[in-house]
């Protein structure tokens, strides 16, 4: 069974920084793709930005010079370093990633999310 586990949300200021992490554990056998998806109560999830096993970045364009994503292929951690908030950037983040696990073929499989408030 895979497992995605989010950390690091929480309460920051509008121009604060917050870094958001995501682990993926369990029978995994191989790793694709790797995102941040947002959602705020009553609207679609949206992507934030996504990375390819080799690196490439796409990034959202609300939040494109503030957010950077990167990952660590070893320890199978997606990242999201947050600067330069915004009141808008509230809401909660779920982590996604496309795994190919040893009891199911490639599938798209998401974290239970983390809430990111910015308030002053």
């Known amino acids: 069974q895979v497992q995605l586990v989010e950390s690091g949300g929480g309460l920051a200021q509008p121009g604060g920084s917050l870094r958001l992490s995501c682990a993926a554990s369990g029978s995994i056998f191989s790793i694709n793709a790797m995102g941040w998806y947002r959602q705020v109560p009553g609207e679609q999830r949206d992507v934030v930005a996504t990375?390819?096993?080799?690196?490439?970045?796409n990034y959202a364009d609300s939040v494109k010079g503030r957010f950077t994503i990167s990952r660590d292929n070893a320890k199978n951690t997606v990242y999201l370093q947050m600067n330069s908030l915004k009141l808008e950037d509230t809401a909660v983040y779920y982590c996604?990633?496309?795994?190919?696990?040893?009891?199911?073929?490639?599938?798209?499989?998401w974290g239970h999310g983390t809430q990111v408030t910015v308030s002053s």
């Open positions: 990375i390819s096993t080799a690196g490439t970045t």
């Open positions: 996604y990633s496309y795994i190919w696990s040893l009891t199911s073929p490639w599938r798209d499989y």
